[in-house]
């Protein structure tokens, strides 16, 4: 009797445990909800400043969306967030709240103490200070470095130097101050090792290339720059076989596209021309005749 009576009670107690979660389940759970809104209501005491060493914290608040004794919105944090990004003077901004107070912590850039080059023969110095943007007291960022990298590039491609490489180099200095130091590879003059039409059925390739100012390259031609890659050049060339072609009876003559395709080493280019001719124009005599 007594184990019968032990099995219903399992049973009951089974039931009840099964009927309890039930209801667990099918409460509404007021408790985040509570806690965002708390959140939401909180009106921000102050705005403390951290981690700013050359940069005043006023400054650092000038550029927040949100001033104490406004309410939190996290929408506001978050674009103020980007601002303070977005003034190029941090590496690093993390806002964050301790109860009704913003904490905002900063990262500064460094300031630049001295711009150098290394490796440079061909340029001077003066030529490629005035190229790039960043100068001595101005705020260091890898953004800044990266686009004078790509200026001096250029700068080496217009003296036909495509082979140039340049990497910059930082030592940091007590301060949160550095040195740059841009070192250059400047690499072999890139030459051209060939010039071909596409298109031409009235002159050969050799005479088209003997119009242009742009020479393939050649041992005897270590005196002259005319095999040396420029791409003003080669837009010179287009007018130059334009011009030869219209004093030929080519009046719709046009050149489609020059395309340049360096070689993987860096060393030289396959400068392709592809042309349109057109109609040959003849022009029979032409009398003058006077009253």
Do not use: C
């Not at 969306?65 to 977005?86: C, H, M, T, W």
């Not at 960022?141 to 200026?151: C, E, G, K, L, N």
């Amino acid at each position: 009797m007594e184990a019968v009576n032990l099995r219903f009670r399992l049973i009951n107690l089974t039931l009840a445990m099964l009927m309890f979660g039930v209801l667990l389940e099918t409460m509404p759970i007021t408790g985040a909800p509570a806690r965002a809104q708390s959140a939401a209501a909180v009106t921000i005491a102050r705005i403390n400043v951290q981690g700013n060493q050359r940069i005043e914290a006023q400054t650092v608040k000038s550029y927040m969306l949100i001033s104490p004794g406004e309410l939190y919105n996290s929408r506001l944090v978050d674009q103020s967030l980007k601002r303070l990004f977005a003034t190029g003077l941090f590496a690093d901004v993390s806002i964050r709240r301790l109860g009704n107070v913003l904490v905002v912590s900063v990262v500064e850039n460094p300031i630049i103490n001295r711009l150098a080059f290394e490796g440079n023969r061909r340029i001077a110095d003066d030529a490629l200070e005035t190229e790039v943007q960043l100068r001595p007291r101005i705020v260091y960022t890898r953004s800044r470095v990266q686009a004078d990298v790509q200026r001096i590039l250029q700068v080496y491609r217009r003296s036909g130097r495509f082979a140039a490489s340049v990497e910059p180099k930082v030592v940091r200095l007590e301060q949160n101050r550095v040195d740059l130091i841009f070192e250059i590879n400047e690499g072999r003059v890139t030459g051209v090792r060939r010039i071909d039409f596409i298109g031409n059925r009235n002159f050969s390739d050799g005479k088209l290339r003997s119009v242009m100012a742009t020479k393939e390259s050649r041992w005897y031609r270590f005196f002259s720059s005319d095999d040396t890659y420029d791409p003003d050049r080669v837009t010179l060339d287009r007018e130059l076989l334009r011009k030869f072609y219209l004093e030929r009876g080519f009046a719709d003559f046009r050149v489609l596209s020059a395309v340049a395709d360096l070689t993987h080493d860096r060393s030289e280019f396959f400068i392709t021309f592809t042309v349109e001719e057109g109609e040959l124009y003849e022009f029979g005599q032409v009398d003058i005749s006077t009253t």
